[in-house]
């Protein structure tokens, strides 16, 4: 089972970013898929998640601003983020069968190894 995240990088307040979620077949074909984040100091949080059958739910902190969304031929979970704020700097992570709580990271079975956003 395999999570492969890309598109972090760095960026000014206000812009964008696209981050993408390459899942193994198995990964893609479970629940649930979450985007989390970390930031140094911080406990990893649940930003946006969507069911197989498409439904979506999203943390307070990013409603509005961050859409995810799933591409079934291509296995992958994106996460648009506009009107990227300093505070939204973290890696971010994506997660994949959920067992638990979706804004848990203990509900989870499944991890990619991350990638870095950082808004200045």
């Known amino acids: 089972v395999q999570l492969v995240e890309s598109g972090g990088g760095s960026v000014q307040a206000g812009g964008s970013l696209r981050l993408s979620c390459v899942a193994s077949t198995y990964a893609y074909s479970s629940n649930f898929m979450t985007w989390f984040r970390q930031a140094p100091g911080k406990e990893r949080e649940g930003v946006a998640g969507?069911?197989?059958?498409?439904?979506?739910l999203y943390a307070e902190s990013v409603k509005g601003r961050f859409t995810i969304s799933r591409d079934n031929a291509k296995n992958t979970v994106y996460l648009q983020m506009n009107s990227l704020k300093p505070e939204d700097t973290a890696m971010y992570y994506c997660a994949a069968d959920l067992r638990g709580t979706w804004r848990s990271p203990d509900g989870y079975t499944y991890w990619g190894q991350g990638t870095q956003v950082t808004v200045s």
């Open positions: 969507i069911f197989i059958n498409g439904n979506k």
